[in-house]
């Protein structure tokens, strides 16, 4: 991943993120930056339930059986997911920097509205919130459903 010149003003990692309410994820997102178009493989983590005390367990579940992150191809402006227990690469998404639909300042837009029959509704939007650390936002529609986390080798 391309080093960014600019650095989000809040140091956070993801086990402090899997503690955190809605409200807190959307203090954390409003003060991410765009940052650089990632490149290569990100682990990821669903966010799926925000202040409760069973959104680690419900990670760890989707980690296991369903979603394991993302692969970038910055070159190419597309990514792939890893889906399933073996991480097989899926849903592909074109991925650009765009104004948010959170607060409209820029974020990278992971959009699947042309390029996937399942995921055509889903949009997902990501900013830099710590060094190697992407928090997102899933919208399904209009509608933001959760969050999640990707995390990039240092």
């Known amino acids: 991943m391309a080093a960014s010149a600019e650095r989000p003003q809040r140091m956070i990692n993801e086990q402090a993120l899997l503690q955190m ?7 954390v997102f409003s003060g991410g930056v765009s940052g650089p178009i990632p490149d290569g493989r990100a682990n990821g983590t669903a966010l799926m339930l925000a202040g ?23 070159q190419h402006g597309v990514l792939t997911n890893r889906v399933s227990p073996f991480g097989l690469p ?3 998404a074109v991925v650009y920097e765009s104004a ?7 974020c990278i837009v992971l959009d699947y509205s042309k390029t996937s029959l399942v995921a055509r509704f889903i949009r997902d ?3 830099l919130v710590a060094p190697a650390l992407y928090l997102g936002k899933v919208y399904v529609g ?9 995390r990039f080798p240092t």
Request: proline letters at 4%; aromatic letters at 18%.
């Open 21 to 27: 309410d809605y409200r807190s994820l959307d203090e």
């Open 142 to 150: 209009r509608w933001p459903a959760f969050g999640f986390c990707l």
């Open 90 to 92: 899926a849903i592909v």
């Open 125 to 127: 939007e990501i900013r």
């Open 100 to 106: 948010s639909w959170f607060d409209g300042k820029p």
């Open 52 to 74: 409760s005390s069973i959104n680690e367990g419900i990670a760890r579940v989707v980690d296991a059986l369903a979603w394991k992150g993302k692969t970038f191809y910055a």
